[in-house]
């Protein structure tokens, strides 16, 4: 019996993605996008590691509205409202702790 290999490889990948929780998928892409918005305002403060390990904190602090309210500003720079919004995720608790972990200094400059 021959494996008609084009047609097998279709078969894997169509299992292979209905394993994806769609959820998760566009969960993953509002992050990578608000990370866009969020990683050049922090990294005024800070050189381009802490920023990139401060930047991660604060989206993982943000709720999924915050979100969706940062990445909104995509391709645009941050203004004083979504500057706030950072500086308000970057001073909660659990930001807060995660900049402690990951070595990332407090944040005070002209970013935010």
């Known amino acids: ?3 008609d290999v084009p047609r097998a490889v279709a078969l894997i990948a169509l299992v292979a993605l209905t394993a994806c ?3 998760e998928l566009v969960d993953s892409a509002l992050k990578r996008t608000a ?3 969020v990683f050049p305002v922090v990294n005024i403060d800070m050189p381009a590691g802490p920023a ?3 930047t991660n904190c604060i989206l993982d602090a943000a709720s999924p509205d915050e979100l969706r309210l940062l ?3 995509v391709g645009v720079e ?3 409202s979504t500057k706030a919004t950072i500086r308000t995720i970057a ?3 659990a930001a807060q702790s995660c900049f402690a972990a990951n070595g990332v200094p407090p944040l005070v400059g002209g970013g935010l």
Do not use: C, F
């Open 71 to 73: 990445a909104r500003d």
């Open 35 to 37: 990370y866009s918005v």
């Open 1 to 3: 019996m021959l494996i």
């Open 52 to 54: 990139q390990a401060g």
């Open 78 to 80: 941050a203004g004083t």
């Open 91 to 93: 001073l909660r608790p």
């Open 21 to 23: 929780d769609p959820a």
